[in-house]
């Protein structure tokens, strides 16, 4: 936790002092401020919360110092049972994969250490997200028309939770994600480099790119050419 930028850290270290007294099994982070690309005023920071029991009680118990970590950095926890973190990675696949793959342990003994998502499970539902984000920016062609602020609003949705599919799908055609999980996608799944770029842009500071449509276009053949990569991973 030493290396959090200073409001980060500060608020974890509130955070952690005040789960203590309900004895979590473990709290862990995950997300961008584990993988180092955290952007003050802009990230949200993800802990998760591993209870022995995730009963009312318990949930009551813990409200208060989860919501103060809201309202002081955007901290967004999820909350697990100690029973549950193995179990729910063939229904949460890209998100127990991205956990396994980057996080820090604040408090106890890693959860997630030892998680395995099955390959199958994870090529699905890559490629299950990726056809939603095609099918997302479709729609948004039809009823845009052509204006740059829907555009833009669309493509920022996709930012966003982008890399986390490229990851996944990195992880079902067994190529390392290294440290840059866009570079590792341009490198090893030879996806456009350009648009890649302008999604990490966009990502970071949100500004409205240059030309929406052209990088519009250019993100329906990068979808359409990573959803092919997902399912011809079937026939493997």
Request: hydrophobic residues 45%.
């Amino acid at each position: 936790m030493e290396t959090y930028p200073k409001r980060a850290r500060e608020a974890l270290e509130r955070l952690v002092s005040r789960l203590k007294p309900h004895a979590p099994d473990a709290v862990v982070v995950y997300g961008s401020l584990a993988k180092g690309e955290w952007v003050e005023g802009r990230s949200d920071i993800n802990v998760a919360v591993v209870l022995p029991e995730a009963s009312a009680e318990a949930l009551f118990a813990i409200g208060e110092p989860l919501r103060a970590a809201f309202r002081e950095a955007r901290v967004n926890a999820l909350l697990l049972e100690r029973g549950e973190v193995a179990r729910v990675a063939d229904v949460f696949p890209i998100k127990m994969a991205d956990i396994a793959a980057s996080h820090d342990v604040l408090l106890g003994e890693d959860p997630f250490g030892a998680v395995e998502v099955e390959r199958a499970h994870l090529r699905l539902r890559v490629e299950q997200e990726l056809r939603n984000h095609l099918l997302r920016l479709r729609r948004v062609a039809v009823f845009s028309r052509g204006g740059a602020e829907r555009l833009h609003e669309a493509l920022r949705a996709t930012a966003r939770s982008l890399p986390l599919e490229l990851g996944a799908l990195l992880d079902v055609l067994d190529e390392p994600r290294g440290g840059d999980v866009y570079a590792a996608a341009r490198g090893r799944l030879d996806l456009d480099g350009a648009t890649l770029d302008a999604f990490a842009a966009l990502k970071r500071d949100g500004g409205i790119p240059p030309d929406p449509e052209g990088l519009y276009a250019k993100a329906l053949a990068l979808l359409a050419r990573a959803i092919e990569l997902a399912d011809r991973a079937e026939e493997a």
